[in-house]
């Protein structure tokens, strides 16, 4: 049996992507099933669609950190100025003290653009990379930590993880267990992913890119859209002090659950043994039973073997009497940033009583025995289990909870 968890609460949350830049923008599109897709224009050759941020090229950081420029950090910082998110970090640095607050974030990509651009405009001669380049600043797995710390200006533990797809969503793990270890007394947790050559060359070589917009759980869907975005959450304890004087209305994460199956490199166990025992730990450790849950937040990528194995682990969990769908039709799979997109968008429809249906599906794929929504459900959702899936068998699991 798990040790329950002691709640975390939200305080803070920004989220940017394909269908827009804030939270009310990602409640707006699941409310008008606008989806964020278009054809790829990133890198045509690969064919498909994407999840494109609109404005990052023309974004500039600001000058005293032009040497971290890269796509990668300045979806980060987009995100960091939207939803008042970087005052409130700096209300919570102020009561805390700056080095009381850490960084955990999830990135599968980083700034791998900028090393792509570089290599391209490298010396034919002697190989030399340009002397503008600066790999541990852009490219490195921790520059997107370093960036966020210093514009914060934290001085906290910093760490990121890469855990493939599940980066983000394990950023909240890590978080917590500083916070509950006495380390700390508040995290910035979240990540930020772009797209880039290698990731669409990646998954078209492993024939899993769709050739029209992603449809999770679809009968005849094809694979996967590539997306990018960025998003973050300030986690304090739910008996923080309050900067603003109320009791914490805002969303709360209730459990965790992780585990690693280690099936196969880049294919799904294919009974879901990690995902079910990710989402087991999770309930456990919030100490809710499975009836409980309102709506299961899937990973949901649109491959056939992915939706496949989580209907069965869902299945295994909770049977067929909790809704479930993906968003990824929305946003396309931000690979590493899923999991901190998927808790701003659980905590825009928890606060407008809306559980959203998959979309673009025709009909769902009649091997799929869970309650899979294809239409918007008005109805309260009070409690969310959250699932983010990576390459190498990595499950994690996330139970949020409205608590007001």
Known sequence: MQQLMHPLALTATTAISAIGRGSAAHLH??????????????????????????????YRLPPA??????????????????????DAVAEARAVYGAGRVAVVLGTSTSGITAGEDAYGQRDTASGALPDRFHYDLTQDLFSL???????????????VVSTACASSAR???????????GVCDAAVVG?????????????????LISPEPCRPCDATRAGISIGEGAGFALLERMDAPRRDGRVTDR?????????????????????????????????????LAPGQVDWVHLHGTGTRANDAMEDLAVLDVFGNAVPCSSTKGWTGHTLGTCGILQAVICEQCMADDILPGCLGIEAVDPSLRSDVAIANREQPVRIAVSNSFGFGGINCSLVFGRLA
Do not use: K
């Open 191 to 207: 990540g930020a992913d772009s797209l880039c050559r290698m990731t669409l060359q990646g998954f078209a070589a492993l024939e």
């Open 251 to 287: 969303l709360a994460l209730l459990g965790m659950g992780t585990a690693s199956d280690a099936h196969h490199m880049s294919s799904p166990h294919p009974h879901g043994a990690g995902a079910t025992g990710a989402m087991r730990r999770a309930l456990e450790t919030a100490g």
């Open 65 to 86: 950190m032009a040497a971290f420029d890269c796509r990668n950090n300045r979806l980060a910082d987009m995100a960091l100025r939207t939803d008042g998110f970087a």
């Open 29 to 58: 599109a699941m409310r008008t099933r606008t989806a964020g897709l278009r054809p790829n224009d990133f890198e045509p050759s690969v064919g498909g669609w994407i999840g494109r941020v609109d404005g990052v090229e023309g």
């Open 171 to 181: 950023s909240f793990v890590d978080a917590a267990q500083l916070i509950h270890s």
């Open 145 to 159: 930590g370093r960036y966020v710390q210093t514009m914060l200006q934290l001085r906290g533990p910093a760490l």
